[in-house]
């Protein structure tokens, strides 16, 4: 099984920038999803951003199109979520996680998981 470890969260002002970044335990293959999710308080765990590992294809969750952007480097086993234009909304744990099986914006179709990181965005 792999391990995903997530890093780069913190505290940010209105507008601010974050990048998160996710390296994997081992090699990530071509044919799979990575994604980043994010739970608030009281909320469910939605899909954020997802990356089809092997090309590239990108997909957004319509709150974060236009400020958020992932990519990985498959050198370096990583994933990253470059966040701009952060408001308080966004405050939440973001986890990285990987779907062997390809596309999905369900968590539960996902087999790895970080465990996650706290962004917190001030008004």
């Known amino acids: 099984q792999v391990q995903l470890v997530e890093s780069g969260g913190g505290l940010v002002q209105t507008g601010g920038s974050l990048r998160l970044s996710c390296a994997a335990s081992?090699?990530?293959?071509?044919?799979?999803?990575m994604a980043w999710f994010r739970q608030a308080p009281g909320k469910e765990r939605q899909f954020v951003a997802g990356?089809?590992?092997?090309?590239?294809?990108?997909y957004y969750a319509d709150s974060v199109k236009g400020r958020f952007t992932i990519s990985r480097s498959s050198a370096e086993n990583t994933m990253y979520l470059q966040m701009t234009s952060l408001k308080p909304e966004d405050t939440a744990v973001y986890y990285c996680?990987?779907?062997?099986?390809?596309?999905?914006?369900?968590?539960?179709?996902?087999?790895?998981w970080g465990q996650g990181t706290l962004v917190t965005v001030s008004s």
């Open positions: 990356i089809r590992w092997g090309v590239g294809n990108t």
């Open positions: 996680a990987k779907n062997r099986g390809g596309y999905s914006t369900m968590h539960s179709e996902f087999d790895d």
């Open positions: 081992s090699r990530t293959f071509s044919s799979a999803f």
